[in-house]
Each structure stands twice: as structure tokens, then as C-alpha cells.
């Protein structure tokens, strides 16, 4: 097991400073980066844990706190455990700061983040991965749509409302993506119905962009997320296999 190291550090942005975690192996050698983009429950210590599993299999890894124009990561107090009792009350405060996380401003973030990155002496040149889960998802693609050439992949779990019917939906920059994409969507997942992944995979194949969609049997929404009711062991360890797949392929 290769050995972590694992930071708090922080990014300038045009809006701020944005509190993030980073994870890489524990030696002299430059590694290639990836971004992590969080759930809705934010940086915690479960997603730290999520990252340095991703160091430990050789990658530079870089987790902000998205939510970072409302504090420091907690943003939200959490429990331990957040079971389904718990979440209506946590999504009455999440959810209002959520909305305000505009596609520009996480766009603009996403720049950020990339430039950090770049400049990150643990970190090797060239074009990163990014791997999102939940909200995180949609901010995956979103950024492969904006940075083309500087995603050389992306993989998406459980996203939430992939390609709606919005006219600002994360599918909407399909055909400006050049990396291979990758998507593990959950078949209980009410945030993501089946019209929604069979609309997301049309605007990919139509755009010509190397991708592929699996719907993973018996999984709800959060399955990648152990500190939660709907954590499926299962489809967590395909996840893993599916994601270092596509890094070990493309970075």
C-alpha cells in the first residue's frame, strides 16, 4: 500500500479563497491530478478518505470545498452518520447555498482549481481527470465541457439532474468535450430518471465523445458515500474499479 500525505490548502479564486484537501503519494515524485468534486454534503471526512485511497493508487488529488462563498469546510455541521432521518433538516440549509452555486460561478472556480493544480509541484503536467459525485457529477462535465483541453477524462456517480430539461443542463456542453467520459448511475436514483441518462447518452453520442454509461443494479443515490444510509458496498468497489480503469487509460 503506497503511503499518503494528506494537506489543507487553499486556492485563490476571483471570488475568494477556497479551502480544499489535498492527497498525494508520499514521496519526491510528481503524480498525474485529478479533481474531486463533492457531494452535496461537502468536504468531510469521508471524501479525505475517498482521496487518499485515489493517492494511494498514484494520483495527485485535490478536493475543494465548492460551497466555500458561505465558510470553511464544514459549511453544514453533519452527524457522524446521516441516515434518512437526518436529511431533511441538513437539505434545508445545503440546499439554499447549492442554488447559488451558478454555472458560471463554478465555472470560473473550475479555472481555479485547474491553474492550482498546474502549478502544484506534487502534480505533473499536462491534462487532468475528474471524478464527481451527486452535484459533483454535473460539475465533473461541466468542466470537461469548458476546459476542453486541459481534461484529458471525467467519470460521474449518481449524478443528480445530468441532462434536464433546463436550458443550462450539464449536458448542454457535450459538444465541446474532448475527454473520455465515463458514468456510473444508480438504477434507484430518483435524482436521475432513465429518460434523463438516455437523453445525456444521445447529446454525448451525437457530439462523437468517447464515453460509457453503466447503470449499477441495487444502487440509490450516494451509493459511493460510506457515511450514509445509502452506501451500497458493492457498487462502490465497481466504482473504484471503473474510475482507476479509466485514469490508468487516459492520464
Known sequence: MTAVRGTAVDIPTQDGIADAYLAHPDDTDRHPAVLLYMDAFGLRPHLRGMADRLA?????????????????????????????AARPEIFEHIMPIARELTPERAMRDAGAYLDWLAACPQATDGPVGITGYCMGAGLALRTAGTYPDRVAAAAGFHGAHLASEAPDSPHTVAERITAELYFGHADQDHALPPEQIERLDKALDEAGVRHRTEVYTGAQHGYTQAD?????????????????DLFGRAL
Open 56 to 84: 494511494a493508487a498514484g494520483y495527485t488529488v485535490l478536493v475543494p470545498n465548492v460551497f466555500y462563498r458561505h465558510g470553511r469546510a464544514p459549511v453544514v455541521e453533519l452527524p457522524d452518520f446521516l441516515d434518512p
Open 228 to 244: 450514509t444510509a445509502a452506501y451500497h458496498a458493492e457498487a462502490t468497489e465497481r466504482h473504484w474499479e471503473a474510475l482507476l
